[in-house]
Nanobody
């Protein structure tokens, strides 16, 4: 399985970014997908989840109402639209595959998001 995240960058507080993650090596439409982030000195955390069909999503409290996760099963790609960004959103963002009751033990290189105040 390969997961290729992209779309990160440097943005001012209040700005927006759209992350993409292309997956290969799996039958993408069969699996839920998640976006995680890891800030310096902190543990990796799940910020958004989408089920295999895209019909169900969930968010970590701090991003609820600001981030939107979506997917295109024809393109094997999951997206994260991030709006009203805050400095505390600064982190490396990764996508991953929901593997039964856990997550796949492969992370790809992630994409850096830096929000300046």
């Amino acid at each position: 399985v390969q997961l290729q995240a992209s779309g990160g960058g440097l943005v001012q507080a209040g700005g927006s970014l759209r992350l993409s993650c292309a997956a290969s090596g799996i039958i993408f439409r069969n699996y839920g997908m998640g976006w995680f982030r890891q800030a310096p000195g902190k543990q990796r955390e799940l910020v958004a989840f989408i089920n295999n069909s895209g019909g169900r999503t969930s968010y970590e409290d701090s991003v609820e109402g600001r981030f939107i996760i979506s997917r295109d099963n024809a393109k094997n790609t999951v997206y994260l639209q991030m709006n009203s960004l805050k400095p505390e959103d600064t982190a490396v963002y990764y996508c991953n595959v929901k593997w039964g009751s856990t997550w796949l033990d492969t992370w790809g290189q992630g994409t850096q998001v830096t929000v300046s105040s």
